[in-house]
C-alpha cells in the first residue's frame, strides 16, 4: 500500500515545525513545499537532511522518491 500525499504531510508536520506545508503525489513519488523556521541558517543540503529526520525509516520503506522546496518564512513571501 502507497502511502498519500496527506499521510507524507503528517509524517513531515509530526517531526519538523512547519508555517507551510503541501504535498502532491502519487502514491511514490512527492512534492512538498516546506516553510520552517528551523531552515534558518541552513545550506540546502542541510535542509533536506531535517526533512528526511522528520520522516526517518519511511524515507527509504515507503517513499520512492521526493522532491523538495525548502524555505524559512522569509523566502516564501
Same mark, same amino acid.
Not at 545550506?43 to 519511511?58: E, K, N, P, S, T
Given at each position: 500500500?502507497?502511502?498519500?500525499?496527506?499521510?507524507?504531510?503528517?509524517?513531515?508536520?509530526?517531526?519538523?515545525?512547519?508555517?507551510?506545508?503541501?504535498?502532491? $503525489? #502519487?502514491?511514490?513519488?512527492?512534492?512538498?513545499?516546506?516553510? =520552517?523556521?528551523?531552515?534558518?541558517?541552513?545550506?540546502?543540503? %542541510?535542509?533536506?537532511?531535517?526533512?528526511?529526520?522528520?520522516? $526517518? #525509516?519511511?524515507?527509504?520503506?515507503?517513499?520512492?522518491?521526493? =522532491?523538495?522546496?525548502?524555505?524559512?518564512?522569509?523566502?516564501? %513571501?
Amino acid at each position: 500500500m502507497f502511502p498519500t500525499p496527506d499521510q507524507i504531510k503528517n509524517y513531515i508536520a509530526s517531526g519538523l515545525e512547519c508555517t507551510h506545508l503541501e504535498v502532491e $503525489g #502519487d502514491g511514490q513519488h512527492f512534492t512538498a513545499v516546506i516553510v =520552517s523556521q528551523a531552515f534558518a541558517g541552513k545550506r540546502l543540503i %542541510q535542509r533536506h537532511q531535517l526533512v528526511y529526520a522528520a520522516l $526517518g #525509516d519511511r524515507m527509504r520503506e515507503e517513499i520512492h522518491a521526493l =522532491s523538495m522546496k525548502t524555505l524559512t518564512p522569509e523566502e516564501f %513571501q
